[in-house]
């Protein structure tokens, strides 16, 4: 099947890996609908293919995944959105019955991409990186993942507090699970991020 925001093929000596890539650079990899669409078909080719034995989730160098595409969400309501099922392709990704692992080199935060009234934050470590209004759920992707492979360059966030908002597919009980109560709460109630 050809696919329009993902790169994916079967890898390894023995071709027994599944490898999907998100493929929206300009947009930091940000889950739009149709991503999402094909990332559940691609995990379900993947989960039904009896030569892949783990699936490898990855971004780019710059971005794991910038969440949610919040530009195609903007005017709609939650009732809306929640309706429309978005969340179920999230869903999938917890539910294959074969590893997968999130390879991480790059952002990997949760905030949402809506311009916002300026808000005081951190600068960030590296000024050729994209503000917090440009980023959004790529944490919570990361973690429905079975295993987190971070690189050297990975970041890890759940900045929406400092808009005002909270991770919506899941992330304060992840990330809970993930790090512990205590990094996880400052995380979440500070908006803070932590690098591999």
Known sequence: AAFQYLLVQKTGAQKNVGLIQLNRPKALNALCEGLMAEL??????????PEVGAIVLTGSQKAFAAGADIKEMQNKT????????FLAGWDKVSVVRKPIIAAVNGYAVSAPHLPAPPVPTPAPPDPSLPP???LGGGCELAMMCDIIYAGEK????QPEILLGTIPGAGGT????????KSLA?????TGDR???
Do not use: K
Request: aromatic share 8%; proline share 0%; net charge negative.
């Open 132 to 134: 917090l209004s440009q």
């Open 185 to 189: 709460m400052e995380m979440v109630l």
């Open 194 to 196: 932590i690098s591999a």
């Open 78 to 85: 939650f009732q809306e959105c929640y309706n429309s099922g």
């Open 40 to 49: 559940r078909r691609a995990l379900e080719a993947m989960e039904s293919d």
């Open 173 to 180: 009980q992840r990330l809970t699970r993930a790090v512990g």
């Open 154 to 157: 990975a970041e890890f966030g």
